[in-house]
Antibody, heavy 115, light 112 residues
């Protein structure tokens, strides 16, 4: 059974940092392209970032809204993908989902940026 | 960025009746490989999104054949031949051809 479990969310002040972790199981993680997608309080879905596999040189891609502030990374030995979020803004408030090829999704983790 | 325009915003359908959702992209979704990376997802209340269809018309495992996807280039449609209670929720189209990937705004399917 495929599982993706996100952790690391919470309430953080603007300008601060947070790191999300997505632990996975049930598929060959080392070959997987992984994405982070977020859903705003208004329910709009927004793709955030993608990291490809080793054969694609772990290439990364970002939404313009997070480029330069967020970093996606992975640890194939732990079957985990991460999202380091720096210089957080109130508009980053959302549920953050980890996905495997858009097919499999985690349950999501809430990130609230507020003073 | 590719803009995905999804219509209608909401849809009220009786059980057993058909439903149709349109998604139009601001540019062609045909990729350099010749494939069209257009997906349809359903988010039921309180749940994570779930992919139903990929590459325009391919059903994911376990998705009933009441669902079908069609279209090409910039114009796509999701059809449900006979709506069931389990189909309620918000449907999203998602293009994965061009970075950044972009979603439609969603269509809420409700029971009449």
């Amino acid at each position: 059974e495929v599982q993706l479990v996100e952790t690391g969310g919470g309430l953080v002040q603007p300008g601060k940092s947070l790191k999300l972790t997505c632990a996975t199981s049930g598929f060959t993680f080392s070959n997987a392209w992984m994405d982070w997608v977020r859903q705003s309080p208004e329910k709009q879905l927004e793709w955030v970032a993608q990291i490809k596999d080793k054969s694609n040189n772990y290439a990364t891609y970002y939404a313009e809204s997070v480029k330069g502030r967020f970093t996606i990374s992975r640890d194939d030995s732990k079957s985990s993908v991460y999202l380091q979020m720096n210089s957080l803004k109130e508009e980053d408030t959302a549920i953050y989902y980890c996905t495997h090829g858009i097919l499999d999704w985690g349950q999501g983790v809430m990130v609230t940026v507020s003073s | 960025d590719v803009v995905m325009t999804q219509t209608p915003v909401s849809l009220s359908v009786a059980i057993g009746q058909p439903a149709s959702i349109s998604c139009k992209s601001s540019q062609s979704l045909v990729g350099t490989s010749g494939k069209t990376y257009l997906n349809w997802l359903l988010q039921r209340p309180g749940q994570s999104p779930k992919r139903l269809i990929y590459l325009v018309s391919k059903l994911d495992s376990g998705i009933p054949d009441r669902f079908s996807g069609s279209g090409s280039e910039t114009d796509f449609t999701l059809k449900i031949s006979r709506v069931e209670a389990d189909d309620l929720g918000v449907y999203y189209c998602l293009q994965g051809t061009h970075f950044p990937y972009t979603f439609g705004a969603g269509t809420k399917l409700e029971l009449k």
